[in-house]
């Protein structure tokens, strides 16, 4: 028996693969018909809208955000990037996070939250600073309505409800809402609107996830994948670790053979 240990065998610079492949590409396509309707429909309603609040996984700050958004949905309206499930992250690397993103523009402003805490850190951040961007912003068509409309649009399986579900218990105090669940897809329509503040009026729209027609590259879309954007079935889970095995070696993260 060949008895190679750990310390021979990272000194020995294997060679990895420069780039992964896909047996096949199309386990990438993912656009039902309910991400269709709910686009169209978020367009439809935007006119009632005062402020979107777009929803990321933190893990994949710079990847993966719907560009479509940027046609359709966002642009017009003053736009805040929640990046969300903080808890999954190294919460050093934050403040860097927040610069590049930053950086890169496509939102007004950024805020960190962690939903699987009780408190949801960050989100007492929201409401606030929402509120400022809208008085600092021309209202079109608006600026004889009282209460603000808020519209929150993401990737599935974000935690765009259960973030929406967080700022409605933390400032009416009331549970339900919008309906969570750990499989993307769960939102299929744009929700009625919730109230999630008196005072101020605040209500929210909650959207289905939609994931972009055309994934620009491969290691985008496994990226979304293992950050469970999309079905596990529909990537399948041996590509998904195949993925996973040539990220940690790209990115010389060996401590998963130990
Ligand atoms: N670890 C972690 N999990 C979270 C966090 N926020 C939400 N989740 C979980 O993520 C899963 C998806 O949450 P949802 O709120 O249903 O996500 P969504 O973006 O509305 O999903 P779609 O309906 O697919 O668009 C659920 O299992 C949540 O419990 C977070 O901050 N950290």
């Known amino acids: 028996m060949v008895h190679v240990s750990l310390r021979n065998f990272c000194s020995i610079t294997p060679k990895f693969r ?62 805040i990037l929640i990046l969300n499930k903080t808890d ?30 009780e408190k949801c850190k960050g989100v007492q951040k929201v409401l606030p600073t929402v509120m400022q961007l809208i ?18 649009i993401g990737v599935p399986n974000v935690g765009k409800s259960t973030f929406l579900n967080h700022i409605r218990k933390s400032n009416i105090k009331k549970g339900g809402g919008a309906p969570t669940g750990a499989k993307a897809g769960i939102t299929r329509s744009v929700s009625n609107r919730i109230k999630v503040s008196t005072d101020p009026l605040v209500y929210v729209f909650d959207t289905p996830g939609i994931w972009t027609p055309y994934i620009p590259d491969i290691e985008t879309g496994m990226k979304l994948a293992l950050c469970e954007t999309t079905q596990d ?15 940690f070696n790209k990115n010389k993260q060996f401590s998963a053979v130990e």
């Not at 600092?136 to 808020?150: G, I, Q």
């Open 135 to 152: 008085r600092n912003s021309t209202r079109y068509n608006r600026a004889e309505v009282k209460e603000f409309s808020l519209m929150v």
């Open 88 to 117: 999954l992250i190294d919460n050093k690397k934050l403040p860097d996070i927040e610069k590049v993103v930053k950086k890169e523009g496509g939102a007004n402003d950024v805020i960190f939250t962690n939903c699987r805490d």
């Open 18 to 79: 420069d780039y992964f492949k896909l047996p096949n590409n199309n386990v990438l396509r993912w656009f039902p018909g309910h991400m269709n309707r709910g686009l169209k429909d978020m367009e439809n309603k935007l006119r009632s809208v005062d402020c979107i609040i777009e929803v990321h996984d933190a893990r994949i700050p710079l990847s993966g955000r719907n560009p479509q958004f940027k046609n359709t949905v966002c642009g017009i309206k003053p736009h």
């Open 233 to 247: 079935h529909l990537v399948q889970f041996l590509n998904m670790a195949d993925y996973l095995l040539y990220w």
